[in-house]
C-alpha cells in the first residue's frame, strides 16, 4: 500500500470511530515515496528547514559570520601551504586565493548538506518516534539549511574576485545548474547515510572521515590538469570532480568547461537519487522502532 493511501486509510478511520487506533505497518517491496504526500506536508519542511538555520547560529559570537569565515579561513590556509610554500601562485590564470576560495565556496555548500542531512535521522528521533509525517522531510530540511550559508559565500566570492581584479566568467549564468547538479548528488548521498544511520549508528562517525578524504581526491584547491593524464578518466569518476570543475568554468573567465565531464555527475546524481529514494522509503517505515 503506497504512504498516499496508508494515509487516506488513517484519516477514514479516525473519522469513523475518534477512539479508534490507527496501525502504520512498514512498507513492502520497493517503491518511491508519494511526492503528493510529501507536498501534503510542505509547511513542516519549511518550519524544519527555518530551525535547523536558526539553530545553527543560536548563542554564537559571530552568528551568520560563520559563512564567511569558513571557506575564507580555509582558502587562506591552502594558500599558505599550497600557493605560498609550494610554490603555485596561479591556476586558471588568476591568483591561488580566488581559486581556492572558488572551490571551497561550493564544497563547504555541498558536504555540510551531506553531513547535516545523514545525521538528520537521529537528530530527530524523538519527532519521528511521537509524530506520524512523511520521514522523507527531515534529511530534505537539513541538506536544504546549508543553502543560507552558500548564497552569503558566493556574494564574497564575487566581491573577493572583483577586489583581485578578476571579472567573473560569461558563463556565470550557468552556476544555478551546476549547484543544483552537485546538490542532486548530495542529496541522494545523504538519503542512503540518513537511512543508514538509524540502524547502523556508527555510519554518522564515517561521514566526517569521508568529507575529509572527498576534499583531497576531488579538485577543491587544484584543477584536474594537474592530475596525472593516466589518472584522470579514474579521477573523473568523482561526480565532485565534474561539478567543481563546473563551477570554477561557471566563475573564472579562463577557465576550461567541463565538457563531456559534465555526464558523470549527471548519470551518478540520476543513480544515487533513485536508488536512495527507493531505499529510504523501504527503511522508513521502521525508524521508529529501531532508532
Partial sequence: MSSAAESAEIEKREHA??????????ARGWSF???RELWAYRDLM????????????????????????????????????????AGRPKFDGVEFPVFALTGMTLWLFLSSAVARGASSTLDNSALIENVFFPRLIIPLAAA????????????????????????????IVFTPLIVVLGFVTAIGLVLWLSALTVKYHDVQHLVPFMTLML????????PLSEVPEGL????????????????????LP????????????????????????LYFHRREREFADVI
Fill in 17 to 26: 470511530d475518534p477512539h479508534a487506533l490507527a496501525v502504520i505497518e512498514p
Fill in 33 to 35: 515515496p508519494s511526492f
Fill in 46 to 85: 519549511y518550519f524544519l528547514t527555518r530551525r535547523d538555520i536558526a539553530a545553527r547560529y543560536k548563542q554564537t559570537a559571530v552568528g551568520a559570520l560563520w559563512a564567511l569565515i569558513q571557506p575564507l579561513g580555509l582558502a587562506l590556509a591552502f594558500t599558505v601551504f599550497l600557493g605560498v610554500l
Fill in 144 to 171: 536544504i539549511a546549508p543553502v543560507v550559508d552558500f548564497a552569503v559565500a558566493f556574494v564574497v566570492l564575487v566581491v573577493v574576485m572583483l577586489a583581485f581584479g578578476v571579472e567573473p566568467s560569461a558563463a
Fill in 215 to 222: 576534499v583531497f581526491i576531488s579538485p577543491v584547491v587544484y
Fill in 232 to 251: 584522470q578518466p579514474i579521477y573523473a569518476l568523482n561526480p565532485m570532480t565534474a561539478v567543481l570543475e563546473g563551477f570554477r568554468w561557471c566563475m
Fill in 254 to 277: 579562463n577557465a576550461e568547461p567541463p565538457g563531456l565531464l559534465l555526464l558523470i555527475p549527471v548519470a551518478t546524481s540520476a543513480l544515487l537519487l533513485l536508488t536512495g529514494l
